[in-house]
């Protein structure tokens, strides 16, 4: 059974940055496509960032020239580094493993229980 659990965030003053790490136990990591899933009160659950089991990155637009997905493989480590952070930006944040490397909930095997950015202005 694969776990993940999801580190970093807090708040952030807007235009700063952070770094969420999400660590994944239980199974091969290479054999995991992995993402990253925010969801805001009031909110439905959107796909931020997706990487495939040895690279190649897809970002949502809101995601794009701001926030980097990479992950470590020898260290079975996600990563997200969120730069340049807006309050729209605020949510809990969700790390996503997935055996179909395709990026969206339909193909989400796992899930992290989250982590809270609070980014005020």
């Known amino acids: 059974q694969v776990q993940l659990k999801e580190f970093g965030g807090g708040s952030v003053q807007a235009g700063g940055s952070t770094r969420l790490s999400c660590a994944h136990s239980?199974?091969?990591?290479?054999?995991?496509?992995m993402s990253w899933f925010r969801q805001a009160p009031g909110k439905m659950r959107e796909g931020v960032a997706f990487?495939?089991?040895?690279?190649?990155?897809t970002y949502a637009d809101s995601a794009k020239d701001r926030f980097t997905i990479s992950r470590d493989n020898a260290e079975n480590t996600l990563y997200l580094q969120m730069n340049n952070l807006k309050p729209e930006d605020s949510a809990t944040y969700y790390c996503?493993?997935?055996?179909?490397?395709?990026?969206?909930?339909?193909?989400?095997?796992?899930w992290g229980q989250g982590t809270q950015v609070t980014v005020s202005s």
């Open positions: 239980g199974a091969p990591f290479s054999d995991y496509c």
């Open positions: 996503a493993a997935g055996r179909v490397c395709l990026f969206g909930e339909d193909y989400v095997n796992y």
């Open positions: 990487i495939g089991r040895f690279g190649g990155e």
